[in-house]
């Protein structure tokens, strides 16, 4: 590929941060000075944080191209240092072309200025000339649609009003470049179809966007092609569809213990062991006829606690095709420490042949998610030709407390 067909090159991009564990709150100057001279020679110890890790791509002048990944994965610090806002620890990066930027609301905004000024500054910022802003000014406020709130400081505009003007001053401006995080989640629904068909038109007119959702059908809908990052590393680059599939895990994979895959993210409560159709590991095998799904949970509580089960179901592109939540009248709550085990049965909808995603939750209603396991349980079902439902039945749901001589039926380990 030669640089005259390259809007973006990038190589060996990595980005590293430093993390301070154990260091004591320190509210004053005084009680830092004290603290030091309490422990001269304390030294906390430093993590070093890979953000992103040696990723190369190259992305062809009029590209729509998709960044896939989960939260934490690197892609809002790729578009940082895209954007020339972050610098790279190391690597190297090459935008063929003047670049706009969306990341985040309010960004490259003063709050102080009024929305016809920060109009004028972004397009400065943009290296644009005030006669080529005059031209685009009438048609970004029409865009934007805060004619009313024009000569109003922007620190008093509402989130969705802050960015419909970030997105109508990037994309109308005509960089050659265009950058969108997920901001748009922001606005609602007519917007969101506005822009996306803005960025439809943006595209067709032969500039190159960058565009980063967790909405699969709006990028199936815009980009053709997609990367995939995970823990700061590019782990696939191609199609959307292949990229979607890869993104929530349809590759090659090795079974692992259901319980590995919740992720403790409250003191509370541990999962300890888990079971769907009383099997212990992460592959599920449906029959044809079989739409029954059985969950056994042995949880342990550190505090008293009242939860329920959530399920949901996804199929390959990522989409939710059926909810399931038995109702808080089927919670239960019980005092102190101890085990307790979850027991339900699921009516699956009729669903078409193919492999699917189950995600286990176990929440406190109405306040928290205790312990989550996204997309835990890979389900490969024979199914139907085609499906007939999109919701999930329960036939039962139990909370049964367990003494210490449950444990071997609870399916908990030895020790």
Same mark, same amino acid.
């Given at each position: 590929?030669?640089?005259s067909?390259?809007?973006i090159?990038?190589?060996?991009?990595?980005?590293?941060?430093s993390?301070?564990?154990g260091?004591?709150?320190?509210?004053t100057f005084g009680?830092?000075?004290?603290?030091?001279l309490?422990?001269?020679?304390?030294?906390?110890?430093?993590?070093?944080?890979?953000?992103?890790?040696?990723?190369s791509?190259?992305?062809?002048?009029g590209e729509?191209?998709?960044?896939?990944? *989960?939260?934490?994965?690197?892609?809002?610090?790729?578009?940082?240092?895209? @954007?020339?806002i972050t610098?790279?620890t190391s690597?190297?990066?090459?935008?063929y072309?003047?670049?706009?930027s969306l990341l985040?609301v =309010?960004?490259?905004f003063?709050?102080?200025?009024? =929305?016809?000024?920060?109009i004028?500054?972004n397009?400065?910022?943009?290296g644009?000339?005030?006669?080529e802003? *005059?031209?685009q000014?009438?048609?970004?406020v029409?865009?934007?649609e805060?004619e009313?709130?024009?000569?109003?400081?922007?620190? *008093?505009?509402?989130?969705?009003?802050?960015?419909?003007?970030a997105?109508?001053v990037?994309?109308?401006?005509?960089?050659?470049i265009?950058?969108v995080?997920?901001v748009l989640?922001?606005?609602?629904?007519?917007?969101?179809?506005?822009?996306? =068909?803005?960025?439809?038109?943006?595209a067709?007119?032969?500039r190159t966007v960058?565009f980063?959702s967790?909405?699969m059908?709006?990028?199936?809908?815009?980009c053709?092609?997609?990367i995939?990052?995970?823990k700061?590393?590019v782990v696939?680059?191609?199609?959307?569809?292949?990229?979607?599939?890869h @993104?929530?895990?349809f590759?090659?994979?090795? @079974?692992?213990?259901?319980?590995?895959h919740?992720?403790?993210?409250?003191p509370?409560?541990?999962?300890?062991?888990?079971?769907?159709? =009383?099997?212990?590991?992460?592959?599920?095998?449906?029959a044809s006829?079989?739409?029954?799904?059985?969950?056994?949970?042995?949880?342990?509580a550190?505090?008293?606690v009242l939860?329920?089960?959530e399920a949901r179901?996804?199929?390959?592109?990522?989409t939710?095709?059926a909810y399931?939540?038995?109702?808080?009248?089927?919670?239960?709550?019980?005092s102190?420490?101890g085990?307790? *085990?979850?027991?339900?049965?699921?009516q699956?909808?009729?669903?078409?042949?193919?492999?699917?995603?189950?995600?286990l939750?176990?929440t406190?209603?109405?306040?928290?998610?205790?312990?989550d396991a996204?997309?835990?349980v890979?389900?490969?079902?024979e199914?139907?030709?085609?499906?007939?439902?999109?919701?999930m039945?329960?036939?039962?749901f139990a909370f049964?407390?367990l003494?210490?001589n449950?444990?071997i039926?609870?399916?908990?380990?030895?020790n």
């Open positions: 590929m030669s640089n067909e390259i809007a090159s990038v190589r060996g991009l990595a980005k590293t941060y993390i301070t564990h260091a004591p709150k320190r509210t009680d830092a000075v004290m603290e030091r309490r422990h001269p020679f304390k030294s906390d110890p430093i993590e070093t944080f890979w953000a992103l890790k040696d990723v791509f190259d992305i062809k002048k729509v191209v998709g960044i896939i990944g *989960r939260n934490g994965a690197g892609k809002s610090t790729l578009l940082k240092i895209l @954007s020339r610098e790279p690597g190297r990066i090459r935008l072309g003047r670049v706009g985040e =309010g960004t490259g003063h709050p102080e200025l009024t =929305g016809r000024e920060n004028y500054l397009g400065a910022i943009l644009m000339t005030r006669p802003i *005059r031209r000014f009438d048609a970004i029409d865009f934007a805060v009313t709130f024009l000569d109003t400081p922007v620190k *008093r505009y509402s989130s969705g009003m802050y960015v419909r003007l997105f109508a990037a994309a109308h401006l005509n960089p050659e265009l950058i995080d997920e989640a922001v606005g609602d629904a007519e917007f969101q179809k506005k822009c996306l =068909g803005k960025m439809g038109d943006v067709a007119g032969g960058l980063v967790h909405n059908v709006a990028l199936r809908a815009l053709p092609g997609s995939v990052l995970s700061g590393q696939f680059s191609g199609r959307t569809s292949d990229a979607i599939r @993104s929530v895990n590759g090659q994979h090795t @079974s692992h213990p259901i319980v590995s919740f992720r403790k993210i409250t509370h409560l541990d999962v300890v062991s888990a079971r769907v159709n =009383g099997s212990e590991v992460d592959t599920v095998d449906l006829n079989d739409r029954v799904l059985t969950v056994d949970l042995v949880c342990r550190h505090s008293p939860v329920e089960l179901v996804v199929d390959e592109q990522g939710p095709l399931f939540n038995p109702g808080y009248r089927d919670g239960r709550s019980h102190g420490s085990l307790f *085990r979850i027991c339900s049965t699921i699956l909808p009729s669903i078409a042949k193919g492999r699917y995603l189950l995600d939750r176990v406190h209603p109405g306040i928290a998610v205790w312990a996204p997309r835990a890979r389900l490969n079902a199914g139907s030709p085609t499906a007939t439902g999109m919701t039945d329960y036939r039962d049964t407390l003494d210490g449950s444990r039926s609870a399916g908990l380990p030895e």
